[in-house]
């Protein structure tokens, strides 16, 4: 069995659902019966994943936050497709907020980046009504970890407020299973806790990064191929499309590779 796969997801939903209250990024109230939980997912690669992660959670009525790229090579969310599958996730109540990468030459300049996050997040909410001003950072630095930002207007999910006086933890580059976290989590009980969990990690029924990574070039070599039907030279070299066969042949490739490299 894949050592993260939906099984081991609705395992570590059902701790929470169990044990916390679900929140979103606000303040929270004093009068606390059960510690909260803040379910944050960051989609770094695939809108499938995170539609398919945003059900699951729907199916056990809690409610999370995604927070969206609007300045990646990985997705488009203006392509109608990708729009839908982020209304549904709205649709569903999950709040959906802006993930964005600064690149390194502005990393010093609050201006440019207080810039650069209200043009993102403007084209945001063009793309998705509704979406609330909170925000994370693709591969973050320090500078970027400290308040919020904007005079306040945009809750920073990487502020003081909900890293240092949260539990705060992430599953990047697989760093931690369903049990470990359940076992982290047991450690420190009455702790409010926010947990940064990318849905491509557990939605694609992989045992480390690096499958996941294998998964997600191919998904997405299968979506372009897709929009290359649009294309009719394309579509007369390949009126079927690229056969199974040849992302057969892709992933065992990729399978022989990380073997030899000892990963799998
Ligand atoms: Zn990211």
Redesign the pocket.
Known sequence: MPMYDVVNYKRLLNYLYKNYEFSFFKPLSSCKKRPKVILRH?I?YSLDCALKMARIEHSFGVNTTYLV?VATAFYNIFEKENRAKLLEIRELGHMIGL?S?IEPSIKRKNKAIEEKIIEEFEILRKCIPGAVPII????PFCVLKKTDLVDGRFINAYSKKFTQNFLYFSDSNCRYNSTQIIKLLGQRREADIQILI?PVIWMLQKNNIEEVLVAVFIENCKRTERAFTMNKVWKEFFPKGLSEGFYAELEAEFSDFLVKKGTS
């Open positions: 960051d770094d790229m993930h990468y994370s950072w693709h591969n990318h």
